[in-house]
């Protein structure tokens, strides 16, 4: 059974940092994409970042580019998201994702390309 466990998550004061790590269980996804995503009070869950299989390209939603950074280590079968910066709006419940399609390079920003789904983590940021 496949399993995507985040962790990091948590209560950071503006301008602040944190590190969120996805640790995958179940099978390997070497050759797969993953992604975060995220989902504030009240919204639809939107994308945040995606990295290819290859490790070699990354995406990320516009809210985030310059203070976000995917990451993954396939040895350890995980994926992270370093946020700097923080800001209040990036307040929200973080999920990670990842593509059951190996070498697929399409679709980074959807959720339909993703087929296993973390539980999600919270994380908080305060002004």
């Known amino acids: 059974q496949v399993r995507l466990v985040e962790s990091g998550g948590g209560l950071v004061e503006a301008g602040g940092s944190l590190r969120l790590s996805c640790a995958i269980s179940?099978?390997?996804?070497?050759?797969?994409?993953m992604g975060w995503f995220r989902q504030a009070p009240g919204k639809e869950r939107d994308f945040v970042a995606a990295?290819?299989?290859?490790?070699?390209?990354?995406y990320y939603a516009d809210s985030v580019k310059g203070r976000f950074t995917i990451s993954r280590d396939n040895a350890k079968n995980t994926v992270y998201l370093q946020m700097n910066s923080l800001k209040p709006e990036d307040t929200a419940v973080y999920y990670c994702?990842?593509?059951?399609?190996?070498?697929?390079?399409?679709?980074?920003?959807?959720?339909?390309?993703?087929?296993?789904w973390g539980q999600g983590t919270q994380v908080t940021v305060s002004s």
């Open positions: 990295i290819s299989w290859s490790g070699s390209t990354t």
């Open positions: 994702a990842a593509d059951g399609q190996s070498y697929s390079n399409t679709n980074y920003r959807y959720e339909r390309k993703y087929d296993y």
């Open positions: 179940g099978r390997t996804f070497t050759n797969n994409a």
